[in-house]
């Protein structure tokens, strides 16, 4: 079953001086068909520059953007190496960097602000191919599950040559005076959200143009009053002259459940977008992750809350998301994002420990709450506290032998108790032998019916700072050092 649709039209703005010049030459030919042949040879006209046909798709579903009347976009088009930039307007603070619009992949999902390019209230992005090239297509693709999905611009060109050309015409400047040619004019604001594409072709013969610059004048989805910003997921201009086009193709999707030996606790594996970690995961994470997981709960409890009994565990490339290349895992709810290129430098290193941490989360957080009151208005713990005891569960209980959260000379005097992470798991570790046996616990139990300050002189007799000092002190003395 095909769920694309797809509609073509012949574009009604184009101006009609290229139809002109056909004609023209067209008669010129019976009478004088030397003339026309020097006119090719010299390419002062170029006759295969006919008006411009766009066609329209779209997908409710991830297709790559092949639908009835459009193709995939490519990753060796002329775009791919071609200088990009904004001359007018201002792009979205959430937006991808522009260098998204020719990298040659495709978001991951309908609402990826990270692999989308998008202005906040319209603006002009030009393209330089370099050099002139016979431009074949040119195609833009976009795509949101909601009013951003939906393009409306204007697309024109140039060589450089007119006497009047203006390298970079900005807001208010009209390009079609300023020695641009109108192309196209794309809108498939009618389509429903999901996958938008659309790709401009020349009527006849096989090239719109010979054109070094594109300039896009992309305007607000005008049906939509607000989130109107289109999300551009690619842009592909290619070279009547250049080489066979490698389509993007749509992701294998490759996922696997385990379930635990009791069959209490459902473990999916989505390693989609990292096939060559999936074995080692099956083999070497997921086992211990299930071992680990229910001894978390259990170390855990807290009434009325029920752990979810599923994970999904999803391996991410992350090289392309903007500021998140160096995080190495998240947790959100029951679902944990392993970022695949840290797991795969860390497979003998840290990244099961990073996966017992971020389960411990997932009793934090992903938990069924089964009394209203507990999920009202309380005040959650900062989050040096819970990164504290996901770490202090991961370095002294999982794998006290790496000796991964331990104070040194090296890092003694910066220590503080609210450093998070390993730092305060080594507090907490500290607070345990020293005045609290059951402090994960209590935490916990605080992180989902309130946490105060004060419950810490109720747990020790000490205050959270005079905790933090004696902390302190006891690791100066033990490495032989003073304040
Ligand atoms: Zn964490």
Request: charge should be neutral; hydrophobic fraction near 35%; include cysteine.
């Amino acid at each position: 079953m095909s769920f694309s649709v797809g509609h073509e039209y012949s574009h009604g703005m184009i101006r009609q001086a290229p139809r002109l010049v056909n004609t023209t030459i067209h008669k010129f030919m019976k009478l004088r068909p030397h003339a026309v042949y020097l006119l090719l040879a010299s390419g002062l006209v170029s006759l295969r520059a006919g008006p411009a046909m766009v066609s329209i798709g779209s997908s409710p579903t991830n297709t790559a953007f092949s639908t009835e009347t459009t193709q995939s976009p490519a990753s060796n088009d002329a775009a791919t190496g071609a200088t990009f930039k904004v001359i007018a307007g201002t792009p979205d603070s959430n937006s991808a960097p522009l260098a998204a619009l020719h990298d040659g992949n495709i978001p991951r999902s309908d609402d990826d602000p990270a692999s989308n390019f998008f202005f906040s209230g319209g603006g002009r992005i030009l393209v330089d191919l370099g050099k002139p090239i016979d431009v074949a297509t040119i195609a833009s693709y976009s795509w949101h599950n909601g009013s951003r999905s939906a393009q409306f611009y204007q697309v024109y060109a140039a060589d450089g040559s007119a006497k009047e050309f203006v390298p970079e015409p900005g807001a208010g400047v009209d390009p079609e005076k300023s020695g641009w040619k109108l192309i196209a004019k794309v809108d498939t604001t009618a389509n429903k959200p999901g996958q938008h594409a659309a790709s401009i072709a020349p009527n006849t013969g096989q090239s719109l143009g010979c054109f070094r610059y594109v300039l896009f004048d992309i305007q607000k989805n005008p049906k939509e009053a607000r989130f109107n910003d289109t999300f551009f997921s690619e842009i592909d201009i290619t070279d009547a002259n250049g080489p066979t086009l490698e389509r993007i193709q749509i992701p294998k999707i490759i996922k696997q459940v385990f379930a635990s030996k009791d069959k209490q606790f459902h473990y999916t594996l989505d390693a989609s977008e990292a096939p060559d970690l999936q074995e080692w995961s099956s083999k070497n994470l997921i086992p211990v992750l299930d071992e680990w997981y229910p001894k978390i709960i259990a170390m855990l409890p807290v009434d009325g809350v029920v752990p979810s009994h599923e994970i999904t565990f999803t391996l991410k490339d992350t090289t392309r998301v903007p500021g998140m290349g160096g995080v190495p895992a998240y947790a959100s709810g029951n679902s944990v994002v392993f970022n695949a290129n840290f797991m795969r430098a860390q497979k003998s290193g840290e990244a099961i420990g990073a996966g017992i941490h971020e389960v411990v989360h997932v009793v934090q957080f992903g938990g069924r709450r089964e009394r209203q009151a507990q999920a009202v208005g309380h005040l959650r713990p900062p989050t040096w506290v819970t990164e504290g005891v996901a770490d202090y569960i991961r370095w002294f209980l999982y794998e006290p032998q790496s000796k991964g959260a331990e104070i040194t000379l090296r890092n003694v005097h910066q220590a503080k108790y609210d450093d998070s992470y390993r730092v305060t798991a080594n507090f907490f570790d500290w607070v345990i032998k020293n005045h609290e046996k059951d402090l994960m616990r209590k935490l916990n139990l605080a992180t989902n019916t309130g946490y105060s300050e004060n419950l810490w002189k109720e747990w020790t007799g000490k205050t959270l700072p005079e905790l933090g000092a004696d902390w302190k002190q006891a690791n100066l003395a033990r490495l032989g050092l003073r304040e």
